[in-house]
Structures are given as C-alpha cells and as structure tokens.
C-alpha cells in the first residue's frame, strides 16, 4: 500500500486545515488507518485513527477538535482540523495496517503560527 498525504501548510492559532490521504489500492480492505504526528525533538505520537468498521479514536489532545474519516470510493483517510494550536505544529504523518503489515507515508507539514 503507497500512501499520499497533503493538506499541510501554515495557519495561524485558532485556525483549520484539512488533511488527505490518498491510499494506492481500495482502502476498504485496509484494518485501520491512521495519523500521527511528529514534532521536532518528540516522538512520533498517535493522533487519530479509523477502523474498517468505522471505529475511531483520538489522542486526548486531538478530541473535540480534530475529526477523522473515510471515504472508501475515494480511498482516502482525512483529518479535519479545528481549533488549531501553536503545539499542533508537527510532521503529520499517514498510516495503514493492512494484515501484519504497517504502511507509512511520507509525512506533510503543518506549522501553527501567529
């Protein structure tokens, strides 16, 4: 599985972006996908993620702000979000679990800053 990710960019404190993942094969046959996060000098962290089942869930920090879904005809996992904070700044980072296989993509980056 080749996983895209964009929608990162700057945005200022308050303010929303909306990020896409774009998988190479039908993701409905996927377990799970998912964001993480990066920021410089932590480790890489959960974020939120979606089962084939449509279960979801989030990191504390991303809950009631951030929003995850699928669209299976389009075979991509998206990440709404709101609220944004100057600790949201992070490489964001798209994944799959398919089978016993863990899938990444290259991580787009969203900079929170006044």
């Known amino acids: 599985v080749q996983l895209q990710a964009s929608g990162g960019g700057l945005v200022q404190p308050g303010g929303s972006l909306r990020l896409s993942c774009a998988a190479s094969?039908?993701?409905?046959?996927?377990?799970?996908m998912g964001w993480y996060r990066q920021a410089p000098g932590k480790q890489r962290e959960l974020v939120a993620r979606?089962?084939?089942?449509?279960?979801?869930n989030y990191a504390d920090s991303a809950k009631g702000r951030f929003t995850i879904s699928r669209d299976n005809a389009k075979n991509t996992v998206n990440l709404l979000m709101n609220s944004l904070k100057l600790e949201d700044t992070a490489v964001y980072y798209c994944?799959?679990?398919?089978?016993?296989?863990?899938?990444w993509g290259k991580g787009t980056l969203v900079t929170v800053s006044s």
């Open positions: 994944n799959a679990e398919a089978g016993i296989a863990v899938y």
């Open positions: 094969e039908r993701i409905f046959s996927i377990r799970a």
């Open positions: 979606i089962t084939s089942g449509d279960s979801t």
